[in-house]
Antibody
Framework: QVQLQESGPGLVKPSETLSLTCSVS?????????WGWVRQPPGKGLEWIGN???????YNNPSLKSRLSISVDTSKNHISLKLTSMTAADTAVYYC???????????WGQGILVAVSS | QAALTQPASVSGSPGQSITISCTGT?????????VSWYQQFPGKAPRVIIY???GRPSGISNRFSGSKSGYTASLTISGLQPEDEADYYC??????????FGSGTRVTVL
């Protein structure tokens, strides 16, 4: 059974860069599918951030594209997210997800709450 | 990209059927049959209950069904049960080769 685990800082200062990692167990990223990120501000709805295939091909949310970088490390079986120029509007629970086809997100991490504050 | 439009809340009595709408545009819902629906309980990660408009993942009750007409997708919950009380989100692939979620609907079982 595939498991996803997010890790990273729980607090980021405004204008800084957020770096998160998603470690995957029970399934090799190299075997296929897309792997990505979804976020949810406290008390609000879901927002798709982007995803990546083992080959490195990515799809990104156009509204975040200029600040966003998603990468994959198949040797470590994990993906990473970098989001630059963080503001309070980026405060959210960030989920790591497996996309088995056109946003059929069948596996989710537990989520990590990232707050942006000085 | 603007979120797909869903009603903020829908309610029904146990045993009734309810339908949640998800309205998009010609650039998303109207363009592809790649609409998914998610159920989320407070403090938990969402889970997919419908994919590709009508598909139902293994283990999901057949009380959940999806459909689409034009720019609007719909999720119907038949035989509403207390455990169906949750937030529901639709999502769609877009012509920008990205994805967009709906604004979310809180389902209340009276």
């Amino acid at each position: 059974q595939v498991q996803l685990q997010e890790s990273g800082p729980g607090l980021v200062k405004p204008s800084e860069t957020l770096s998160l990692t998603c470690s995957v167990s029970g399934f090799s990223i190299s075997s296929g599918y897309y792997w990505g990120w979804v976020r949810q501000p406290p008390g609000k709805g879901l927002e798709w951030i982007g995803n990546i295939q083992h080959s490195g091909h990515t799809y990104n949310n156009p509204s975040l594209k200029s600040r966003l970088s998603i990468s994959v490390d198949t040797s470590k079986n994990h993906i990473s997210l970098k989001l630059t120029s963080m503001t309070a509007a980026d405060t959210a629970v960030y989920y790591c997800v497996r996309d088995i086809g056109f946003l059929e997100l069948d596996s989710w991490g537990q989520g990590i709450l990232v707050a942006v504050s000085s | 990209q603007a979120a797909l439009t869903q009603p903020a809340s829908v309610s029904g009595s146990p045993g009734q059927s309810i339908t949640i709408s998800c309205t998009g545009t010609s650039s998303d819902v109207g363009a592809y049959d790649y609409v998914s629906w998610y159920q989320q309980f407070p403090g938990k990660a969402p889970r997919v209950i419908i994919y590709e408009v009508t598909g139902r993942p293994s283990g999901i009750s057949n009380r959940f069904s999806g459909s689409k007409s034009g720019y609007t997708a719909s999720l119907t919950i038949s035989g509403l049960q207390p455990e169906d009380e949750a937030d529901y989100y639709c999502s769609s692939f877009t012509t920008s080769t990205s994805y967009v979620f709906g604004s979310g609907t809180r389902v209340t079982v009276l």
